[in-house]
């Protein structure tokens, strides 16, 4: 989750990702094992995961020297920066009131503490407002506090048009 972000960790981080015109959604330091991940997400101000590969590389090579340079990370690391992907994370509250569209997203959520008597809701997310998700379950809507997601992501469904054979047929991706 971005609030969960370290601060001097994403204030090295975030104005490197402003800076290649995209938004930090999320970074984490995994530690244990050799080398450490380092791993960082980005998208576009239009929230539509449509990263290069290219600006993901450049954001790579700049944030790297940036760490190094200020010996940010205690050992050796793995630096991955990656757009959100299909099963997009949902980190922050625009995130959330995004995913809340016309017809709702499917969604995993995890909360921080058992929410009536549950840390893991998948449903539909029927609309977010008041800091608050609405997450549909088998006919019971639950209301998720923001406060409360531990991690929270969009769960994609595939439809025939992802495995058609001819590439016209295709959704468009970078």
């Not at 104005?15 to 959604?25: C, F, K, N, R």
């Not at 549950?118 to 609309?127: E, K, S």
């Not at 025939?160 to 054979?165: E, G, R, V, Y």
């Given at each position: 989750m971005y609030r969960d972000i370290p601060e001097e960790l994403r204030t090295l981080i975030e104005?490197?990702?402003?800076?290649?015109?995209?938004?930090?959604?999320d970074a984490d330091v995994v530690r244990g094992g050799?080398?450490?991940?380092?791993?960082?997400?980005?998208?576009t101000p239009a929230g539509d995961?449509?990263?290069s590969v290219q600006a993901c590389a450049d954001v790579s090579r700049e944030l790297g020297t940036q760490l190094d340079a200020v010996d940010a990370i205690?050992?050796?690391?793995?630096?991955?920066?990656?757009?959100p992907g299909l099963d997009r994370p949902l980190s922050r509250e625009k995130d959330f009131?995004?995913?809340a569209n016309e017809d709702g997203s499917d969604v995993k959520i995890e909360t921080r503490v058992p929410l009536d008597g549950?840390?893991?809701?998948?449903?539909?997310?029927?609309?977010f407002d008041d800091e608050t998700a609405h997450v549909a379950i088998d006919g019971q809507e639950f209301a998720i506090p923001f406060a409360q997601v531990?991690?929270?992501n969009v769960v994609y469904q595939f439809s025939?048009?992802?495995?058609?054979?001819?590439?016209?047929e295709r959704p468009e991706l970078d």
């Open positions: 104005p490197i990702v402003t800076d290649h015109g995209l938004e930090l959604m050799t080398p450490w991940q380092v791993r960082v997400v980005v998208d995961g449509r990263v205690a050992q050796a690391y793995h630096l991955e920066v990656s757009s009131a995004a995913a549950r840390r893991r809701f998948r449903g539909r997310l029927v609309r531990a991690k929270a025939s048009a992802d495995f058609a054979a001819g590439r016209d």
